[in-house]
């Protein structure tokens, strides 16, 4: 089913009116022109072909010629006028690594157009995996509603929303892994590149639909590095399956995002996506007020970086961590039968929340897997463990904790008896 030009996503239907004629215009762009439809005439790009991802040219000498990315123009001005000043290129988020088994079926670049299996697609995102991504009502009708209203008007959205749930049905269908992890890879790939260009021009106007692509992807790239996506993966890229749940490639990544995002914070809290945004209590949470017993088995983790150089790193790391456990504890005594409280159930967010407030100089001791780094690292795993049952973060807790354990060695190993237990790692005495 092909779309209509100028939406995002439109079905033709036999008793659609006919368009009325207008008079051909002599200033349009070539392909308005060709197609016979009226031309908004913007420059450098006009609204029509930024909507159609179309490269547009005026037959004027004074033709600039730009790719359209895969961003609409909005209304009130175009994310590649004048006014948009575009970012260094160091901002741009590099491509997942490729998945070597698959083979992804190509299609035409116009990203604008979508076929009976992308609708079959989006129809699985509306009543499936929009739910099951926050697992709350409130959060969830905003991924349900907002995330594909975002997605009508910048096809790069789309891709990735779609990209998600394929690699969603991958899951659910481990029989049919490889064909529909294939799709979600191409989707993702398309997407990405959008959203590079996109990122070039950056404005208040086009924030929210960075803010969705950035959300999405980082879901798709927990799931397809976790255990959906082992015995694909090309090595060369984030490297063996180590370096994967070292986070050698989504920490990067992440903190990338957050770089990216960091200037259009305002914009995007006053906005739709405010309440995604929100970090409730985080900021008043202090672990040194409470004397819990789970948190006395975080600090007792002090001693292994007692006499290190990188001892104040590793403090705020740990304070991070235990603030990080607070804020996902608060949520496990609300009551299911007061679901005015459940609504703003946030567990999830405690997670994500390490990377960003974590020092940087932290993930470079991983990476270098110092021991203390790793200690840590393990009850980050055990954190993790507590949202098994989110597809994309399934077996992610477990395998960190069961990786530490095995690069550590047994001289380590009462630094990490508490994860083991967590995540009911057994292993041998």
């Given amino acids: 089913m092909d779309a209509e030009p100028h939406d995002a996503i439109a079905i033709r239907s ?6 009325r004629a207008h008079k051909k215009a002599k200033t349009g762009c070539a392909d ?4 016979r439809v009226k031309c908004s005439e913007e420059k450098p790009a006009c609204r029509a072909c930024c909507r159609r991802a179309v490269q547009c040219q005026y037959p004027s000498s004074q033709t600039t010629s730009l790719s359209a990315a895969h961003s609409p123009a909005t209304d009130e001005t175009s994310p590649y006028s004048s006014s948009a000043q575009p970012l260094a290129q160091d901002h741009r988020i590099s491509p997942i690594p490729s998945l070597t088994i698959l083979s992804a079926r190509s299609r035409e670049p116009s990203s604008a157009r979508y076929g009976i299996e992308d609708m079959a697609l989006l129809h ?3 009543v499936s995996t929009s739910l099951d991504m926050y697992k709350n009502s409130s959060l969830s009708a905003t991924g349900q509603v907002t995330f594909p209203q975002v997605a009508f008007k910048y096809p790069f959205v789309m891709q990735a929303l779609l990209g998600l749930t394929a690699l969603h049905i991958a899951y659910l269908e481990p029989q049919e892994r490889l064909r529909h992890t294939a799709d979600a890879a191409r989707y993702h790939n398309e997407g990405l590149q959008g959203f590079n260009k996109a990122i070039q021009f950056r404005n208040d106007e086009t924030a929210d639909s960075l803010f969705v692509w950035s959300s999405l992807n980082l879901l798709y790239v927990f799931g397809i590095s976790g255990r959906l996506g082992e015995g694909i993966w090309d090595d060369s890229g984030w490297g063996n399956r180590k370096d994967r749940i070292l986070g ?3 920490i990067p990544m992440l903190r990338g995002v957050q770089a990216v995002m960091s200037p259009s914070f305002c914009t995007l809290r006053d906005g739709p996506m405010g309440e995604l945004l929100s970090i409730g ?3 008043e949470i202090d672990p040194d007020t409470v004397l819990e017993a789970n948190d006395q088995r975080f600090c007792l983790t002090r001693e292994a970086w007692k006499n290190s150089p990188d001892a104040p790193t590793y403090e705020k790391t740990l304070q991070v961590l235990r603030k990080c456990r607070m804020f996902m504890a608060q949520f496990s005594s609300l009551s299911t039968e007061a679901p005015q409280e459940a609504i703003f159930n946030r567990s999830w967010q405690g997670i994500f929340l390490f990377v960003p407030f ?9 990476q270098q897997r110092q021991p203390p780094a790793l200690i840590l690292y393990a009850f980050y795993g055990a954190l993790m463990h507590t949202l098994n049952d989110s597809w994309f973060l399934e077996g992610w807790g477990y395998d960190i904790v069961e990786l530490i354990d095995d690069l550590l060695g047994p001289y380590w190993k009462q630094w990490i008896s508490w994860p083991i237990e967590v995540v009911g790692l057994h292993t041998k005495s």
Avoid at 14 to 19: D, E, L, N, V
Avoid at 358 to 366: D, G, M, Q, R, V
């Fill in 281 to 283: 209590n985080w900021e």
């Fill in 14 to 19: 036999s008793g659609a009116k006919p368009r």
């Fill in 32 to 35: 308005c022109r060709k197609r």
């Fill in 124 to 126: 699985h995102w509306t």
């Fill in 358 to 366: 974590a020092p940087e100089e932290y993930f470079t001791l991983l």
């Fill in 248 to 250: 050698m490639g989504w």
